[in-house]
């Protein structure tokens, strides 16, 4: 008696096996959760020539490609992907915006926000948020009016950054990522220092004064714990040595169990963006060794030791702000 085969799929005079969308589709939603976007887009593109209409893939190449500042190619997947999910409406309109502005479509920006705020159909709780997009919106319309001959950019306030929301202080924050004036150092510097801010929200401000040249002094606390620091002499987060050594030593001793060291390495990852410019204020072993010690009481319950190095990585690594909105 023969055996029922299943029939393998061709497109074009490419054979598709069983299993092959479910698997490439999982890959990618992997790569999108381990932040390589690159990685993303690449298998996404490999859908699409073998399932074109799988639903999952307008969302992941619309956040793929701004992810890679592929503005261009983005903008109709994220528009699909409006199109056909509604559950997540706002959330991707938010996204489809954000393209918008990067491409310079300000046009389009006004007039899709002002029929949502026409129609009243936006969460009360969202409204300021689309509010403020408008109001940014607005500013780069005048800036690139007239033959997008570029306006002074509105200097704003130490005062006024505080008043605003934080989706609309990392917006501001966004827009200046590729020209920082002497204008706007003085407030990334006020932000920088200011205690009172969530600790990665002052970690962008400090990158931005870097990658601008700021040279005067800052003394930046978090977490109990001070440090003066020239902006432009600093390496980014993650990119030092002590950071790098800590990395090796806990590839070395994990490298037989995948998973722990790859939430080992997102907790490292968190600490240096939420406690930048500071370290952990030990040696590397002794780091590395107090990360196996929090690796055990996560996945195994064992006691935390309480030692200050370990207090500190367990409240860095619970704390929510490190969540960039």
Known sequence: MKRNRKRL???????????TVERLLDQAEDAMQAEEFEKAVRLSEQLLEIAPNLPEIPGILAVALYETKE?????????????SDMSEYFETMELYLAICMQLQDYEEVE??????????????????????????????????????????????????FLQMDRFQQHQLLDQMESDVSKDFQKLLA???VYDN?????????????????FKDSLVIRKFGRGLSVIPSQLPLPGEDPL?????????????????????????????????????WGAPAKAVACAYENYSMFLFEGAPLPQTALHKLIFEIDQDSSGAVE
Do not use: C
């Open 9 to 19: 799929h061709k497109k074009g005079n490419m054979i598709v096996f069983p299993g």
């Open 71 to 83: 503005f261009a190619k983005a903008k109709p997947y994220a528009a699909k992907w409006l199109q």
């Open 111 to 160: 007039d899709t926000i002002g029929a949502l705020l026409d129609e009243e159909i936006i969460p009360s709780e969202l409204k300021q948020k689309f509010m403020y997009l408008r109001e940014l919106n607005g500013r780069l319309l005048n800036r690139f009016a007239d033959d997008f001959v570029a306006q002074p950019k509105e200097v704003v306030s130490f005062e006024a």
């Open 190 to 192: 006020e932000i920088a």
């Open 197 to 213: 801010l969530p600790p990665v929200l002052r970690t962008v401000a400090l990158v931005l004064l870097r990658n601008s040249g």
């Open 243 to 279: 950071t790098k050594e800590i990395r090796i030593l806990l590839q070395q001793a994990m490298d037989k169990d995948p998973s722990r060291l790859s939430l080992i390495e997102e907790a490292v990852k968190k600490f240096t963006l939420i406690s930048y410019p500071l370290d």
